[in-house]
């Protein structure tokens, strides 16, 4: 474990400084510490024991000369690509959150809450993870939204869909291209990440049926004016002090016989639940947003709140979807996919 801690920083710092994917394209030759230096105008003695310790770790060769290369099977690993082949989305993800976790200690202690508004991800980040979001977008369509008979025959039908923290917009953009009468808003309360988003609406030629808005949802002012409102990811990151307040803002926004779809981890409501394969992505998302105040729901608690805010009834169905966790890969990814209906 301490090992782990030790290497893990710095993996992290060759992903982010673009070391790795230099060493890489030099190929089996390899490439001498000074001249990697000099090609990314990085400081020479701290790329030098940067390079000597990666090669005292395993991860880089000796490949004669002064010079190193990346050691057999590390590129596929360690230089951009999909995350079903590559670390570096993963690395990335939790290189991120990697400062956040080691305050974890003064946190626990002082109660400390910093929300997620207060850490937003830089352009360069968001820009990171567009391929990824695409990814997940096609898969949830597939194996959750095409796979859910009243949904699909509601998209099929033309509906005016709202997406509740829309993010980049990817799932928005997913369902339009499959759904080509459907219409859709988006809302997110993340200037940056909404500015993307909006660019790449822009670049898919679906700015006439997909607008993204920069709004809370505790906020939403429309009544009755859409046949169905999803959430991906997004209902445990809603702060449980507005949480009862979105909830019932989206529902006054669904007409008469509207649904509501939130695709979420998936929480345990049970103390034996934390060590089953179903709720351990859920779990471990959970932790590293404690300091966060956002709170993971279970299926209980959903279903209170989904009463509350007015919903008649809701149907719940766990689902495994076949993408890897960047969150803690090597874990399974498990959704509470939660179908919620406005009489």
């Known amino acids: ?158 509906a005016h869909v709202l997406e509740v923290g829309c993010r980049l917009g990817t799932q928005s953009m997913a369902l339009a291209e499959a759904y080509p009468s459907a219409t859709f808003v988006g809302i997110d309360q993340d200037a940056t990440t909404l500015t993307l988003g909006q660019e790449l609406v822009g670049e898919s030629g679906l700015g006439d049926r997909v607008e993204l808005r920069l709004e809370r949802a505790e906020k939403l002012a429309d009544e009755g004016a859409f046949d169905l409102a999803i959430m991906d990811i997004v209902l445990h990151e809603v702060h449980p002090s507005v949480r009862p307040a979105a909830v019932g803002a989206i529902h006054r926004a669904l007409r008469p016989g509207g649904i509501l779809v939130s695709n979420d981890f998936h929480y345990p409501n049970h103390l034996a639940g934390f060590r089953a394969p179903e709720h351990a992505l859920a779990v471990f998302d959970q932790a590293l947003e404690v300091s966060w105040g956002t709170r993971h729901l279970t299926q209980s608690q959903l279903e209170m709140l989904l009463s509350e805010a007015g919903f008649a009834r809701a149907a719940f169905r766990p689902v495994e979807l076949p993408f890897p966790s960047l969150i803690r890969p090597g874990t399974p990814v498990w959704y509470l996919s939660t179908v919620a209906y406005k009489d």
């Open 1 to 158: 474990m301490i090992a782990a801690a030790s290497d893990f920083p710095l993996v992290v710092a060759g992903v982010q400084s673009g070391l790795f994917r230099a060493v890489a394209a030099a190929g089996a030759g390899g490439v001498a510490p000074p001249e990697l230096a000099a090609r990314l105008g990085y400081r020479e003695d701290q790329v030098r024991i940067w390079a000597e310790t990666l090669y005292a770790i395993g991860i880089l060769d000796d490949a004669g000369g002064g010079r190193l290369c990346m050691a057999p099977g590390y590129e596929a690993l360690l230089v951009p690509g999909p995350p079903s082949h590559s670390l570096v989305p993963a690395i990335t993800v939790r290189g991120m959150f990697l400062g956040e976790q080691l305050r974890l200690a003064e946190d626990l202690r002082t109660g400390a809450e910093r929300s997620m508004v207060q850490q937003p991800l830089t352009p360069e980040q968001l820009r990171g993870m567009v391929p990824s979001a695409h990814h997940q977008a096609r898969v949830r369509l597939e194996h959750l939204y095409a796979r859910l008979p009243i949904v699909a025959e509601t998209l099929g039908a033309g």
